[in-house]
């Protein structure tokens, strides 16, 4: 069966230092990967997404990059944290071709505090 | 006026309980549908896809009215442990699932 996996589960940074979030999927291969954001009361924002290795969607210019460096790693970071970037962190996955209804499937999460 | 639309509640009700949540979609041309439930600091899950008209799990029966571009969720006979928050998602197209900002289910023994 199918297994997504975040860390950490929870990191607390101050305003300005760099971040890398890490998830990675086992027990598929050549998945779609997604990072999405959900700040304090609000819903789920789509990041970014990626269909293969290095293939990169943005979907909202903000200072966070994504990158693809294997199958099924996805790597969420920034250069520079702002007090906005506070919220919970989510990676998902569907497999591609199949799946033509895209439900998506979450790992466990990043709760991300700037301070 | 947002693409997905749902009454953040709470909804209080107590156990043994029928409760329906509804959803409005602005895109008409979205192709699928889900619920997914999400618990307090945790990942959302997936409940439910609506293909259809709806369809039915147990306790959980979603329907899709396309004409009047609204989804919902009806829960019969509700236990403690369905209480959680339940967002309604909308497939818009390629890889793009929009995301409502639930609806909050509290039941009381």
């Known amino acids: 069966s199918q297994t997504i996996h975040q860390w950490p589960a929870t990191l607390v940074q101050p305003v300005g230092s760099p971040l890398s979030l890490e998830c990675t999927v086992e027990?598929?291969?050549?998945?779609?990967l997604y990072w999405y954001r959900q700040a304090a009361g609000r819903g789920l924002q789509l990041l970014f997404y990626?269909?293969?290795?290095?293939?990169i969607s943005s979907e909202v210019p903000q200072n966070l990059s994504a990158s693809r460096p294997q199958d099924r790693q996805f790597i969420l970071s920034s250069k520079k944290l702002l007090l906005s970037d506070s919220g919970f962190y989510l990676c998902?996955?569907?497999?591609?071709?199949?799946?033509?209804?895209?439900?998506?499937?979450f790992g466990p999460g990043t709760r991300l505090t700037v301070l | 006026r947002k693409e997905v639309e749902q009454d953040p509640g709470p909804f209080n009700v107590p156990e043994g309980a029928t409760v329906a949540f509804n959803c409005t979609y602005s895109n008409s041309a979205s192709q699928s549908f889900f619920w997914y439930r999400q618990d307090c600091r945790k990942e959302p899950k997936l409940l439910m896809s609506?293909?259809?008209s709806g369809n039915e799990d147990g306790r959980f029966t979603a329907q899709l009215n396309r004409a009047s571009q609204y989804i919902s969720l009806l829960i019969r006979d509700s236990k403690l442990s369905d209480s959680a928050t339940y967002l309604c998602?909308?497939?818009?197209?390629?890889?793009?699932?929009?995301f409502g900002t639930g609806t909050r289910l509290l039941v009381s023994p």
């Open positions: 998902a996955w569907n497999p591609q071709g199949r799946n033509t209804h895209n439900e998506q499937f």
């Open positions: 027990g598929t291969s050549n998945p779609n």
């Open positions: 609506v293909y259809s």
């Open positions: 998602v909308v497939n818009t197209g390629f890889q793009k699932l929009v």
């Open positions: 990626s269909v293969g290795i290095g293939q």
